[in-house]
Nanobody, 126 residues
């Protein structure tokens, strides 16, 4: 089990950028696949991006591909989500999630993850 704390959210104008961070506790962070999800008011939580434990494989939702980049620093126990060219429809609470995955897989469904952070609000104004 890991504890996750997101930060870096805020209010930006459409077209702007933000970088979210997710700090994880625990010495085995490097064995976890990580994911970012988001939930807008009145909508279901949706997948954004995922990365395997080594950082060698990533996968993105079509809606963010080419604009968002997921990365990780295992020495710092942190995963990042760089968000460029933000759109009003990106407005949501963003959550990071972790799943024990030493095999090197990544996961794009919320039910695959065991540990979640508390979320950070991202608002892109038009």
């Amino acid at each position: 089990q890991v504890q996750l704390v997101e930060s870096g959210g805020g209010l930006v104008q459409a077209g702007g950028s933000l970088r979210l961070s997710c700090a994880a506790s625990g010495r085995t962070f490097r064995s976890y696949a990580m994911g970012w999800f988001r939930q807008a008011p009145g909508k279901e939580r949706e997948f954004v991006a995922t990365i395997n434990w080594s950082g060698t494989s990533t996968y993105y939702a079509d809606s963010v591909k080419g604009r968002f980049t997921i990365s990780r620093d295992n020495a710092e126990n942190t995963v990042y989500l760089r968000m460029n060219t933000l759109k009003p429809e990106d407005t949501a609470v963003y959550y990071c999630a972790a799943r024990w995955a030493p095999s090197g897989r990544y996961y794009s469904t919320s039910t695959s993850y065991d540990d979640w952070g508390q979320g950070t609000q991202v608002t892109a104004s038009s």
